[in-house]
């Protein structure tokens, strides 16, 4: 459903695969259904994240994928 409201606000499909990307990411590491996820296990994972990513923090800060999907 958030996939689809997307599309219809006007994002692009490249904007569109961006975010199925990050947040299929996100929930398989997780492992756990979208409404029991908590702040700090999202926190967790973008710290793991950037550790194995070897990501800085701007390239975490522009995950704007996950905020979005949670708080719209």
């Known amino acids: 459903m958030f996939l689809t409201a997307k599309h219809l606000e ?8 961006y975010y199925r990307c990050n947040i299929e ?12 996820i908590t702040t700090e296990m999202l926190r967790k994972y ?11 923090k701007v390239t975490i800060d522009n995950s704007r994928s996950l905020s979005t999907f949670f708080c719209g």
Do not use: A, W
């Not at 006007?10 to 695969?17: A, Y």
């Not at 990411?25 to 029991?36: A, E, G, H, S």
């Open 46 to 56: 973008l710290v793991e994240y950037q550790t194995i990513n070897n990501c800085g």
């Open 25 to 36: 990411k996100m929930l398989d590491t997780i492992n756990i259904p979208v409404i029991k």
């Open 10 to 17: 006007g994002c692009s499909d490249k904007t569109i695969r």
